[in-house]
């Protein structure tokens, strides 16, 4: 089961906005509205910073936003602060009741 | 707030048994909301999901690792466990474990909501 494609970096400046994209096929991301991402800094685990495509949990900034069209989901970063600097992970559920994972994409704030 | 704790031992030798335990406290694991679930992450590299377990006992196991992997859940004590068997040194990693939230009220949700805080599992002879 091969991951979800990423891009491996993508860099910001501060204030700037920033786009990572999940790209699947249409038996996960393209079938389902089942998409989450997560924010992942060194050592820690995991942070869910949105499911469904584009729900913010409780606590996660109005700054984090979800989107897809497609085979293809989009995470947005706008107004990027240092603290953003981390991996961050997209999953879909799939047609045969698994998840994949994105290969992680490093966010570096310039 | 839910909290997940990941524990056993942080070595395997090679072709022996990984076995690892994930207590849930705070939440119940025979709630129907939720599956369980298996993540791991070998170092510096990205996340693999490993499987997942719902409290009635039916799971679903990546393709990759389908033929290793054994996940059970102990409902006395709230825990579930995973089992991964012929271990190489290339399943050295950071097992994570974590709740997969499958419904909110009525609607179909899939997400990893809360996660434990990771076990460093070494391969190694």
């Known amino acids: 089961q091969s991951a979800l494609t990423q891009p491996a970096s993508v860099s910001g400046s501060p204030g700037q906005s920033i786009t990572i994209s999940c790209t699947g096929t249409?038996?996960?991301?393209?079938?389902?509205?089942?998409v989450s991402w997560y924010q992942q800094h060194p050592g820690k685990a995991p942070k869910l910073m949105i499911y469904?495509?584009?729900k913010r949990p409780s606590g996660v900034s109005n700054r984090f936003s979800g989107s897809k069209s497609g085979n293809t989901a989009s995470l947005t970063i706008s107004g990027l602060q240092a603290e953003d600097e981390a991996c961050y992970y997209c999953t879909s559920y799939t047609s045969t009741s698994t998840f994949r994972f994105g290969g992680g994409t490093k966010l570096t704030v310039l | 707030q839910v909290q997940l704790q990941e524990s056993g031992p942080g070595l395997v030798k090679p072709s022996q048994t990984l076995s690892l335990t994930c207590t849930v406290s705070n939440g119940s694991i025979t709630s129907g909301h939720y599956y369980w679930s298996w993540i791991r992450q070998p170092p510096g590299e990205g996340l693999e999901w490993i499987g997942y377990?719902?409290?009635?006992?039916?799971?679903y196991y990546n393709p990759s690792l389908k033929s290793r992997v054994l996940i059970s859940v102990d409902m006395s004590k709230n825990q579930f466990s995973l089992k991964l068997s012929s271990v190489t040194a290339a399943d050295t990693a950071v097992y994570y474990c974590a709740r997969v939230e499958i419904l909110t009220g009525h609607k179909p949700v899939y997400y990893f909501d809360y996660w434990g805080q990771g076990t460093l599992i070494t391969v190694s002879s």
């Open positions: 469904d495509v584009n």
């Open positions: 249409s038996s996960d991301v393209g079938g389902y509205n089942y």
């Open positions: 377990i719902s409290y009635s006992g039916g799971t």
